[in-house]
């Protein structure tokens, strides 16, 4: 005897082979954040400074996309990065750079990662520099984070 299956269990299974294939399609996106503060820096800076990250990181396409606000630096923004892998409290290479051209606050940015870079700044050892002429190493700083 060959089995056959009724009408009703065949639209079910192709809703559900539907339903499975596009939550396939939609990627996580983590909202990251950073409180960019000069008790931050090491060493830290005396500063009136201080300024807001916030990105967001698309699991499926591997981009970060950012914007920094900051206020009350000591001069004009030089450059900016994200940084890493590091700990709060110790320093690391940049890894992704804003556009020098695009410094002014709000500052917006987005980049393509590498796996590294993935695994790296979703294990918060990530953290994002300003940098002034007075403060050349970096005025204010904040580490990335999960914001919720």
Known sequence: MIPTCRPHV???AAMMFTLLASSAAFADTIALKANLQ???EVPPRVSKGHGMLDATFDTDTKVITWTATYAKL???VTMAHFHGPAPVGQNAKPQVPADKHAL???MKGRATLTEQQVTDLMAGQWYFNIHT???PTGEIRGQ???SN
């Open 144 to 146: 990335v984070m999960p």
């Open 133 to 135: 002429q007075e403060n």
């Open 38 to 40: 000069p008790s931050s």
């Open 74 to 76: 000591s001069g004009p």
């Open 104 to 106: 002014a606050s709000p």
């Open 10 to 12: 065949r639209c079910i």
